[in-house]
């Protein structure tokens, strides 16, 4: 794990960090781990995806491989997959070549995606004891309903989805951001597999009504472009 090209401050908490505590200590994944997660709101998703392995596999190491902890990592990697894939699927290539290239490197996103957070669900299953932890494994639900759209196995992608929005809507209400971004995903989940359009007209209006009432920006572009592509 390449640390040099980080500021010195965190260079420094990271060796004082490992100093003390030891090179597999939780403290020293929890560090890894929030520097990943700066990256990864930066955008910076390889660079995130860097410090949430290492930071994986030290939790494996130090609290064993069914800890909430470690299913916190794996999930992290998961939606960091997902991002970079999207990315790069938005990126404009004329380059055929590099399209390809482009095209393998997000399918093997998508397929280690899958495993990261069929991963982390099951230990959440295994380990079920909160509210807060009902919300965790809703966005879990949430992001392999994505990853199975991409990988084209949408009757997974749909179930899973399902069971994100209950989830969702029971602890949010129907009016949060979070419960319009799984009605839009549902909607272009339906709309991929081809033989659901009423389904998918019926998630993404809701998926918009409730971004306009909320008043969020979160998918307000891609629910009115994908509804109007469809009608």
């Known amino acids: 794990m390449e640390t040099s090209n980080l500021p010195i401050h965190i260079q420094k908490e990271i060796q004082t960090t490992t100093q003390r505590y030891g090179a597999e200590s939780p403290k020293l994944a929890s560090l890894l781990s929030k520097i990943g997660t700066s990256f990864h ?3 910076e998703y ?11 596999e030290i939790r494996i190491i130090s609290l064993g491989k069914d800890s909430l902890s470690v299913a916190n990592s794996r999930q992290r990697i998961g939606v960091s997959l997902l991002k970079r894939s999207e990315e790069q699927d ?28 069929y991963e982390s669900l099951r230990i959440r299953i295994l380990s079920r004891t909160s509210s807060s932890a009902s919300i965790d494994m ?10 199975l759209t991409r990988t084209r196995d949408f009757a997974g992608a749909i179930s899973y989805l399902r069971t994100a929005l209950d989830m969702r809507l029971t602890i949010l209400g129907p009016r949060d951001a979070l419960v ?15 033989s659901t359009i009423t389904l998918s007209i019926e998630s ?3 998926a918009l009504a ?3 009432e909320v008043s969020s920006l979160l998918g307000h572009n891609d629910c009115d472009e994908s509804l109007g592509v469809i009608l």
């Open 41 to 43: 709101y930066r955008r």
């Open 204 to 206: 993404l209006s809701k």
């Open 138 to 147: 809703a966005e879990a639900y949430h992001y392999l309903g994505i990853a």
């Open 180 to 194: 319009s971004q799984t009605y839009y995903r549902m909607g272009v989940a339906y709309l991929q597999q081809g």
């Open 90 to 117: 938005n990126s404009s290539n004329n380059d055929a070549t590099k399209t390809t290239l482009n095209n393998n490197e997000t399918n093997e996103n998508d397929h280690d995606a899958v495993n990261q957070l």
């Open 210 to 212: 409730i971004s306009r």
């Open 46 to 56: 390889s660079r995130a995806l860097t410090f949430f392995y290492k930071s994986l």
